[in-house]
């Protein structure tokens, strides 16, 4: 067990005080945030030297973890520091390999299934965080602010989810998604309406979400996902007749419950 230093962690008889534990955890890494490579000790280690429950200890991480001071890998332990973005390497070349239509079949298998999780998962903090990404899309001035918003509101019903792997796949989708290229398409596809639409969408995602509605999450999710992918082929096919954009979200909408079924 690496040693915790003079933090003053005495052993005690063991509470669930998750505030004394996260003061104390603040502390432990300020006294080694220099050292990039050192690993937190494990949380049963942690619990014990505090005095305190490992459910304080963990509550108190994840804590840390969403405020970015703390980082954990399965199997690896918890480091110091941000999460290190997917690297490029890794990508690759895929935005070459790959079409708009492929990206929107990935989000409709990824992003549903990361509402549902976040709903059970999340956090008060993280449904107060939603809103206001929500509400920042709705007041983004131009297409370079949308992006931004709708992005950072995506990503991070991606975290509430707190699945490692899932989260490492919806950031290489991200990745391509932020190519040049990609960015105009989507601005093509996007005016004043359909922004106020994508808004009403998030905010039905976010209230589904509050609710700790799974299913109501999953479905709110593939809906926008759905109005997103319509929008994108009616500009791929040189079509944008309202008409013909609804016809094509209701039988994605059908596809995709027939494949749940």
Do not use: Y
Not at 127 to 134: E, G, H, K, S, Y
């Amino acid at each position: 067990m690496v040693p915790l230093g003079g933090v003053g962690l005495q052993a005690e008889r063991p509470t669930s005080n998750s505030s004394i534990a996260l003061e104390k955890l603040r502390q432990l890494v300020r006294e080694h945030r220099d050292d990039v490579e050192w690993r937190l000790p494990p949380e049963r280690d942690l619990a014990s030297s505090m005095g305190l429950g490992r459910r304080a200890v963990r509550r108190a991480m994840e804590v840390l973890e969403a405020e970015g001071i703390v980082w954990r890998r399965q199997g690896k332990g918890t480091f110091i520091g941000r999460r290190p973005a997917i690297q490029p390497l890794l990508v690759g070349n895929l935005a070459d390999r790959t079409n708009p239509l492929e990206v929107m079949e990935a989000r409709l298998q990824i992003e549903p299934a990361l509402a549902r999780m976040a709903a059970i998962r999340c956090s008060a903090e993280d449904i107060d965080a939603l809103r206001r990404l929500a509400q920042k899309t709705s007041s983004a001035l131009d297409d370079d602010g949308w992006e931004l918003w709708d992005s950072a509101f995506h990503r991070r019903i991606a975290e509430c989810a707190r699945n490692g792997l899932l989260l490492s796949l919806f950031d290489v989708v991200q990745t391509i998604r932020r190519e040049p290229d990609w960015r105009a398409l989507r601005a093509r596809a996007r005016n004043d309406e359909r922004r106020d639409s994508s808004f009403r969408e998030h905010l039905m995602i976010v209230e589904a979400i509050a609710d700790r509605d799974a299913p109501a999450s999953e479905r709110a999710m593939r809906r926008h996902l759905n109005a997103i992918n319509a929008n994108l082929q009616s500009i791929a096919l040189g079509d944008d007749e309202e008409g013909r954009m609804d016809a094509m979200i209701d039988e994605a909408e059908e596809l995709n419950v027939g494949t749940r079924a």
